[in-house]
């Protein structure tokens, strides 16, 4: 009997127990787990935007440094001094074109500024003479390889000049023409008298100065 006793208690004390757990699980919230692929995903969000925020500023500081590297340096008062005889030697004969051209072709041109202006034909030729207007930093020698062929008038341009064409400054009157084998080609630019004499006080206006 006694044994009864003590196994119904046993019983009683169990069910009591079982009660409260279930009711201590309703009571604490369940909390949502976070799975692995959406943990990465989040990851990788954040760390593209940096990856984009980086790239952004990247591609800022090398335009910044091209701009900075396509700037001419300011030559310093040594420097227009050892060239100042050199350049006004090289401005002297920048303002007449004065050559002759010997190559196959059919060419004629003719100048009074860009905005009067006509050329038609083409050749490839040698010219020998006066260049003509530098227009930037550079020598020019009394020799050399010239190829030009086209058409244009005033700025209506469609004429294929690249690297070895007459270079005509937008400021130059002249005319020249090839025929067959020779031509002549002549022409002058009064904006280059006034480099030449701006040049004596050390003003540059055409930036043609080595």
Do not use: C
Not at 50 to 77: L, N, V
Not at 168 to 191: H, K, Q, R, W
């Amino acid at each position: 009997m006694k044994k009864n006793k003590i196994s119904a208690v046993f019983v009683f004390v169990m069910l009591i127990a079982m009660t409260g757990w279930t009711a201590e699980d309703k009571m604490i919230p369940s909390t949502p787990e976070i799975s692995g692929p959406e943990v990465v995903a989040v990851s990788d969000i954040r760390i593209s935007e940096a990856d984009s925020a980086a790239g952004q500023a990247s591609d800022e500081t090398t335009t910044e440094s091209i701009d900075i590297e396509e700037e001419q340096p300011d030559h310093g008062i040594g420097h227009k001094l050892l060239f100042y005889i050199p350049n006004r030697f090289l401005d002297i004969f920048d303002f007449v074109r004065l050559r002759v051209r010997v190559g196959p072709g059919f060419a004629f041109n003719a100048r009074a500024t860009e905005l009067l202006s006509v050329f038609l034909g083409g050749y490839a030729s040698i010219y020998v003479g006066l260049p003509g207007p530098r227009m930037e930093p550079v020598v020019k020698l009394p020799v050399g390889i010239e190829n030009y062929s086209g058409m244009s008038v005033s700025v209506a341009d469609a004429t294929t000049e690249g690297k070895r064409g007459p270079n005509y400054s937008p400021t130059e009157f002249g005319a020249g023409f090839l025929l067959l084998i020779f031509g002549p080609d002549i022409g002058v630019d009064p904006i280059e008298v006034v480099d030449l004499a701006a040049g004596f006080l050390f003003i540059d206006i055409r930036g043609d100065d080595l």
